[in-house]
Nanobody
Protein backbone atom coordinates (compact mmCIF):
# COMPACT_ATOMS: atom_id res chain seq x y z
CA UNK A 1 0.00 0.00 0.00
CA UNK A 2 0.91 3.64 -0.22
CA UNK A 3 0.68 4.08 3.54
CA UNK A 4 3.02 2.24 5.89
CA UNK A 5 2.14 1.69 9.53
CA UNK A 6 4.72 0.93 12.20
CA UNK A 7 5.08 0.84 15.95
CA UNK A 8 2.91 -2.14 16.75
CA UNK A 9 3.99 -4.90 19.08
CA UNK A 10 3.31 -6.69 22.33
CA UNK A 11 2.44 -4.60 25.37
CA UNK A 12 1.14 -5.37 28.85
CA UNK A 13 -2.26 -4.13 30.01
CA UNK A 14 -1.98 -0.55 31.14
CA UNK A 15 0.94 0.09 28.82
CA UNK A 16 1.41 2.51 25.94
CA UNK A 17 2.38 2.40 22.31
CA UNK A 18 2.72 4.97 19.56
CA UNK A 19 1.80 3.95 16.05
CA UNK A 20 3.10 5.81 13.02
CA UNK A 21 1.73 6.04 9.51
CA UNK A 22 4.03 7.40 6.82
CA UNK A 23 4.23 7.65 3.07
CA UNK A 24 6.54 9.01 0.44
CA UNK A 25 3.90 8.78 -2.28
CA UNK A 26 1.27 11.36 -1.39
CA UNK A 27 1.41 14.64 0.57
CA UNK A 28 -0.55 13.84 3.72
CA UNK A 29 -1.04 17.54 4.42
CA UNK A 30 -3.88 17.43 1.88
CA UNK A 31 -5.53 14.39 3.42
CA UNK A 32 -7.78 13.74 6.37
CA UNK A 33 -6.34 10.76 8.21
CA UNK A 34 -8.02 7.95 10.06
CA UNK A 35 -7.06 4.98 12.17
CA UNK A 36 -9.12 1.81 12.14
CA UNK A 37 -8.62 -1.57 13.74
CA UNK A 38 -9.75 -5.14 13.35
CA UNK A 39 -9.65 -7.41 16.35
CA UNK A 40 -9.67 -11.22 16.23
CA UNK A 41 -13.00 -12.40 14.85
CA UNK A 42 -14.34 -8.87 14.61
CA UNK A 43 -15.27 -6.42 11.90
CA UNK A 44 -12.92 -3.55 11.21
CA UNK A 45 -13.93 -0.51 13.27
CA UNK A 46 -13.18 3.17 13.50
CA UNK A 47 -10.67 4.32 16.11
CA UNK A 48 -9.73 7.96 15.45
CA UNK A 49 -9.51 10.52 12.67
CA UNK A 50 -8.30 14.03 12.03
CA UNK A 51 -9.24 16.46 9.27
CA UNK A 52 -6.72 17.59 6.67
CA UNK A 53 -6.08 20.87 8.44
CA UNK A 54 -5.37 19.11 11.71
CA UNK A 55 -7.88 21.32 13.49
CA UNK A 56 -10.55 18.74 14.26
CA UNK A 57 -10.40 15.17 15.45
CA UNK A 58 -12.87 12.47 16.44
CA UNK A 59 -12.57 9.29 18.43
CA UNK A 60 -14.49 6.10 19.03
CA UNK A 61 -16.06 6.04 22.44
CA UNK A 62 -14.01 3.02 23.46
CA UNK A 63 -10.71 4.89 23.03
CA UNK A 64 -11.65 8.48 23.86
CA UNK A 65 -9.41 9.83 26.58
CA UNK A 66 -6.85 7.08 26.05
CA UNK A 67 -5.79 7.50 22.39
CA UNK A 68 -4.62 10.65 20.63
CA UNK A 69 -4.23 11.18 16.90
CA UNK A 70 -1.73 13.75 15.68
CA UNK A 71 0.10 14.64 12.52
CA UNK A 72 3.47 16.06 11.51
CA UNK A 73 3.06 17.28 7.96
CA UNK A 74 6.75 18.16 7.70
CA UNK A 75 7.50 14.46 8.19
CA UNK A 76 4.49 13.33 6.18
CA UNK A 77 3.52 11.18 9.14
CA UNK A 78 0.45 10.63 11.29
CA UNK A 79 0.59 9.16 14.77
CA UNK A 80 -1.73 7.33 17.12
CA UNK A 81 -0.60 7.58 20.73
CA UNK A 82 -2.25 4.81 22.73
CA UNK A 83 -2.22 4.63 26.51
CA UNK A 84 -3.96 2.61 29.22
CA UNK A 85 -4.15 -0.27 26.78
CA UNK A 86 -6.41 -3.17 27.63
CA UNK A 87 -7.00 -6.63 26.20
CA UNK A 88 -9.83 -5.35 23.99
CA UNK A 89 -7.37 -3.09 22.15
CA UNK A 90 -5.67 -6.13 20.62
CA UNK A 91 -6.10 -5.77 16.86
CA UNK A 92 -4.47 -5.02 13.57
CA UNK A 93 -4.39 -1.24 13.26
CA UNK A 94 -4.75 0.41 9.87
CA UNK A 95 -4.26 3.99 8.80
CA UNK A 96 -6.22 5.51 5.95
CA UNK A 97 -6.20 8.77 4.01
CA UNK A 98 -9.06 10.83 2.62
CA UNK A 99 -8.16 13.60 0.21
CA UNK A 100 -9.20 17.10 1.33
CA UNK A 101 -11.96 15.76 3.51
CA UNK A 102 -13.16 16.25 7.01
CA UNK A 103 -12.54 13.46 9.43
CA UNK A 104 -14.93 10.56 9.07
CA UNK A 105 -15.64 7.32 10.93
CA UNK A 106 -16.75 5.61 7.70
CA UNK A 107 -14.30 3.31 5.95
CA UNK A 108 -15.79 4.02 2.54
CA UNK A 109 -14.84 7.70 2.83
CA UNK A 110 -11.13 6.87 2.68
CA UNK A 111 -9.15 6.54 -0.53
CA UNK A 112 -5.82 5.06 0.52
CA UNK A 113 -5.06 2.36 3.09
CA UNK A 114 -2.03 0.82 4.70
CA UNK A 115 -1.35 -2.86 5.29
CA UNK A 116 -1.77 -2.67 9.05
CA UNK A 117 0.36 -3.23 12.11
CA UNK A 118 -0.40 -5.74 14.86
CA UNK A 119 -0.95 -4.57 18.42
CA UNK A 120 -1.24 -7.28 21.05
CA UNK A 121 -2.11 -6.46 24.63
CA UNK A 122 -1.33 -9.37 26.90
CA UNK A 123 0.12 -10.11 30.30
Amino acid sequence: GQLVESGGGLVQPGGSLRLSCATSVVPLSFYAMGWFRQGPGKEREFVAAMDWRGSNAGYAGSVKGRFTISRDNAKNTVYLQMSSLNLEDTAVYYCAARRLGGYSPRENDYDIWGQGTQVTVSS
